[in-house]
């Protein structure tokens, strides 16, 4: 919408999305009341009621009758939008379409650049896209040896390369401190593990903090310092970064697509899935 006005340009009743995501059918399912079985009081389940699956999945109870229940796992918001109407005040210059390949390299304007790997990126890049101050999110592979690789490539684990989120930020608003804590919240535990984050394990799930200047590397050295006790090694790899390859087009914001929300600052809990 945006891309087709001039500053000084109103229109009215414009649709945004509302950053919940589409609705994506494949979440809703049905549920024997068979397979329930004791595993929680029927008696306080009603239509509306929120459930936690065992995989970790959130989801509502739509429909009941005697032989199933209907679940839907999308957010209560999906697919919605909000109606309003929009005025452009002036076009500021943002982050440019670039590929980053030297060491230290990062944006000549007001934004700055992170690499952070989390294990798989989908999960990570929805926690970024969430965060105030992130206006950009890429997956994609680095700290490997082979030129553009293709996602089977790097699962083979061969090219050397890491799952990993390449985030644009404005430092005027999130700190690179801020996104590093975000990043080690979300691995918690996993730090302390070599190459595994969850139950995925191979090297193209190492955990890292990839830098892109001094400044970078010393914060994050700090932070991690934190995570030093003495008992137990940390695993999280603190290098500079080199070439990132953007992952395939189907990767790219998958969790979004999916139906979970991107809304800075969500806080409904996120699902990683295939």
């Not at 965060?131 to 553009?148: D, L, R």
Request: hydrophobic content about 30%.
């Amino acid at each position: 919408l945006l891309s087709t006005m001039n500053p000084g340009e109103t229109i009215e009743g414009a649709t945004i999305d509302a950053g919940y995501g589409g609705y994506n059918p494949d979440l809703k399912f049905q549920i024997s009341t068979s397979d329930i079985g004791d595993s929680i009081d029927t008696s306080l389940v009603k239509v509306g009621t929120a459930l936690r699956m065992g995989n970790g999945m959130d989801c509502r109870v739509t429909e009941m009758n005697e032989k199933e229940w209907t679940l839907d796992a999308n957010h209560v918001m999906a697919g919605s939008a909000y109606y309003v109407d929009v005025r452009l005040d002036r076009v500021e210059e943002g982050p440019k379409n670039w590929e980053y390949a030297a060491v230290g390299q990062i944006i000549g304007d007001k934004y700055e650049v992170a690499t952070f790997a989390l294990g798989c990126f989908w999960g990570g890049e929805l926690a970024y896209q969430r965060m105030p101050g992130v206006v950009s999110t890429h997956v994609g592979y680095t700290q490997g040896h082979k030129e553009k690789p293709t996602y089977e490539e790097v699962c083979s684990g061969r090219t050397g390369h890491t799952e990993a989120i390449r985030v644009i930020y404005d430092p005027e608003v999130a700190s690179y401190s801020s996104l590093v804590k975000l990043g080690l919240d979300r691995l918690g535990g996993d730090v302390y593990k070599l190459n595994q984050v969850g139950n995925d394990r191979g090297t193209q799930y190492r955990h890292g903090i990839y830098y892109h200047d001094d400044e970078q590397r010393k914060v994050a050295e700090e932070l991690l310092e934190g995570y030093r006790n003495g008992e137990r090694e940390v695993m999280t790899e603190v290098a500079e970064a080199k070439v990132f390859y953007m992952a395939e087009d189907y990767h790219q914001q998958y969790l979004l697509k999916g139906g979970q929300s991107a809304k800075k600052g969500a806080s409904e809990s996120i699902r990683c899935y295939g």
